[in-house]
């Protein structure tokens, strides 16, 4: 979604999120690589610490678990800061164990409603998409605010994948069909990838920097009259499950441009991919540090 024209999506499709999220995998969701990842990270920055406070950005429930686990140890405040409450509440079902303690905050990530140097850390999976290309510099620029001195932004940040302009529907539905028949994946998998391939390529479809599946929506169509029954009911679920995405659209950049923006209000310590899903190697987890 970009933020510049944020609407509050229509209630009913809190639903089709929530089935959609329980059947999405990576580089959609972070992966178990992604997570240890994010761990090791979470306890370089704030390990030696016996009181924090963290913010979430979004809802994310691998990342609203393993906080959890670092909840046991010490006192740790933990805030979620999302437009929809409906979306974290959607996301409830997919956390571990229920946190009671979670604050959640209703607010824009372009001007977050906390005093300066609030937070010890903020974490955000794949936020950095959500945000458009004119409002990046804003948004880095409020979680730079909102952090103490030395205090850590920690990010899975996915960025342009020049490979994708010679993806095709046509390919992505040969390739990701006939690894669900070899066995290689189960059929939300195949699903996924495909859809990951039609969103990737999208971004080469027009040239503002942005990715939607509508840019791809006529040819998903066309698919539908497939001869290949397989191939029909891929589509088929991807445009039945997932219809609320071709509403919407997201940004991206080259890893350069992405680097470079970071920079000018944070020192990179250190970024990882994990290895545990196809296209991990676009999506760098970062550790930031204010700057
Ligand atoms: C597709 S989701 C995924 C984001 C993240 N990966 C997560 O798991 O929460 C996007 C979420 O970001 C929220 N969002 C997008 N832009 C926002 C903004 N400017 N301020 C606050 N929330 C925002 C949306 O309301 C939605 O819940």
């Not at 920097?209 to 029954?229: I, R, T």
Request: charged share 25%.
């Amino acid at each position: 979604m970009n933020s510049k024209k944020i609407k509050k999506p229509d209630p009913n499709i809190w639903k089709q999120i929530t089935t959609a999220w329980g059947k999405a995998c990576s580089p959609s969701r972070p992966s178990l690589g992604d997570i240890k990842i994010y761990g090791k990270f979470i306890l370089q920055s704030i390990g030696k610490k016996k009181n924090c406070r963290i913010l979430i950005l979004g809802a994310t429930p691998e990342l609203r678990s393993l906080i959890l686990k670092y909840g046991l140890s010490k006192k740790i405040d933990i805030f979620l800061l999302d437009l929809n409450l409906e979306m974290i509440r959607a996301m409830d079902e997919f956390v571990e164990i229920p946190n009671s303690k979670e604050k959640r905050v209703i607010g824009d990530w372009l001007s977050m409603p906390f005093k300066n140097e609030y937070f010890d850390l903020v974490l955000g999976d794949e936020v950095l998409i959500n945000v458009s290309l004119t409002n990046r510099n804003k948004f880095l620029m409020e979680i730079n605010r909102v952090l103490k001195t030395s205090g850590a932004f920690i990010t899975r940040a996915s960025h342009e994948n020049p490979l994708a302009k010679k993806f095709t529907l046509k390919k992505a539905l040969d390739k990701y069909s006939n690894y669900y028949l070899q066995n290689k994946l189960k059929f939300n998998q195949a699903v996924n990838y495909v859809l990951e391939e039609i969103f990737q390529n999208s971004y080469f479809k027009n040239p503002k920097g942005l990715l939607s599946l509508k840019f791809l929506e006529k040819d998903c169509y066309k698919a539908l009259k497939s001869p290949n029954p397989l191939k029909r009911l891929i589509i088929k679920t991807i445009l039945d499950d997932y219809s609320s995405l071709f509403k919407q659209s997201w940004s991206w950049e080259s890893r350069p441009q992405q680097l470079k923006k970071f920079k000018e209000y944070f020192q990179v310590k250190e970024s990882k991919t994990a290895h545990d899903y196809l296209y991990s190697y676009i999506l760098p987890i970062y550790y930031l540090i204010k700057k």
